[in-house]
């Protein structure tokens, strides 16, 4: 899987990060191509190589006609909504803006929708935002990891005036991120930069094992002791150690389990759908006595050992347990593929098991059976029924 490692050590902005990814072989006029879905006009995108402190970086400055235009959260979404970009360009960016909104309405005290976005409502600001959303893209980057953040200290000026660095918008926005001063007088992280970072960042922790395959640096604007430039390497990871075993698939994962017996049961709905959400592949639960007869559960999961990390994390943190007892697993499994199934009240997403050419079972998706039911009012087992004979068809 193609990952992105963000090697923050000068901090981070919408521009550098817009940089970083031309420097590592996003195509300007590919991009430029993107952005005019925007159906904006007033810009320019300003691309150059720049030296900082003897290493050579990609610096980009959107100039742009307009000043002082403060939009409010609303104005945004529109430009967005009314642009061609494709359906999850468009998602994300606007995930990232309604986290910047949500930030800036809780240091102001007023709601989203009143709060005037000034810097990051500008026009470079949408550049920059937009910019790093279709780059990742184009680039096929699955996976955002980031190194811990130097927010620098100080003054910046805004137009609410000279305020503390990190601005009160970016410390926000870095809650439950690791971060340090840095020693630099100076804006080391910008709220677009902390808003893009933090929308996209799986893990904030040291460059996970990859196999690098390409390097880029992004110049900032300003000239600090140290170089002023942020580096992005795109790699590869291996997710699953998976291969074909004669009629399976045969792959290797991690058993975590802890024995867990005071703890309220009421919990545990919460902790389980955590962990899945989190990447675990299977969460379950076994009841057992403990000595003096105490009524306990173990907690059982399965996951890949690259999302052991994050998951014991979430154990630790939302149950009682004090440990857990971790091996390795292997697994053969059916050979499986995923189809859509059009039934006459809406897609369903199933899960179709294959054994020696012949189709064994047909799972389809809770989710999209439960919101059709819900929408035409009929029984969810009749949905279930349609999706498999929907599927079925679908793969004669």
Do not use: W
């Amino acid at each position: 899987m193609k990952i992105a490692y963000f090697n923050c050590f000068s901090g981070i902005s919408g521009d550098m990060i817009i940089g970083a990814l031309l420097d590592a072989g996003l195509k300007k006029e590919r991009l430029e191509q993107e952005l005019s879905k925007l159906n904006l006009s007033g810009y320019q995108l300003e691309v150059k190589k720049v030296v900082k402190k003897g290493i050579s970086a990609t610096r980009v400055k959107v100039k742009i006609e307009e000043e002082g235009v403060a939009r409010k959260l609303k104005d945004i979404i529109d430009i967005i909504d009314k642009s061609t970009l494709n359906a999850r360009d468009k998602k994300q960016i606007k995930k990232i803006f309604y986290k910047i909104g949500r930030a800036e309405a809780r240091i102001h005290q007023k709601d989203i929708e009143t709060i005037h976005f000034h810097e990051v409502g500008g026009m470079d600001s949408i550049i920059d935002i937009t910019s790093a959303v279709v780059g990742l893209r184009i680039l096929g980057i699955r996976e955002v990891y980031a190194s811990a953040l130097p927010i620098g200290h100080g003054f910046v000026k805004c137009a609410h005036g000279s305020i503390p660095v990190p601005a009160p918008a970016t410390l926000e926005l870095l809650k439950g991120v690791p971060v340090y001063d840095g020693g630099i007088r100076s804006e080391m992280v910008t709220p677009t930069g902390a808003g893009i970072i933090t929308t996209y960042v799986k893990n904030f922790e040291e460059r996970p094992l990859m196999e690098v395959k390409r390097i880029g640096y992004g110049a900032g604007e300003k000239d600090f002791t140290i170089p002023n430039i942020l580096r992005i390497t795109i790699g590869k990871i291996e997710v699953k150690n998976e291969s074909v075993f004669g009629d399976y698939i045969r792959d290797e994962a991690i058993l975590v389990e802890t024995n867990i017996d005071d703890m309220n049961p009421e919990i545990y709905d919460f902790i389980i759908e955590k962990l899945l959400s989190q990447g675990a592949l299977d969460v379950y639960l076994t009841p057992i006595q403990m000595k003096k007869n105490r009524p306990a559960h173990v907690l059982s999961l399965i996951a890949y050992e690259n999302d052991l990390k994050k998951l014991l994390v979430i154990l630790f943190d939302e149950s009682t347990t004090l440990g857990v007892r971790i091996r390795e697993v292997k697994r053969l499994k059916l050979i499986h593929k995923s189809v859509i199934a059009d039934t006459k009240y809406g897609k369903v997403r199933t899960k179709v098991a294959i054994y020696k050419g012949e189709v064994k079972n047909i799972a389809p998706e809770y989710e999209d059976c439960r919101k059709i039911a819900g929408k035409h009012k009929i029984p969810l087992k009749l949905i279930y029924d349609e999706a498999k004979k929907a599927a079925r068809e679908k793969l004669k």
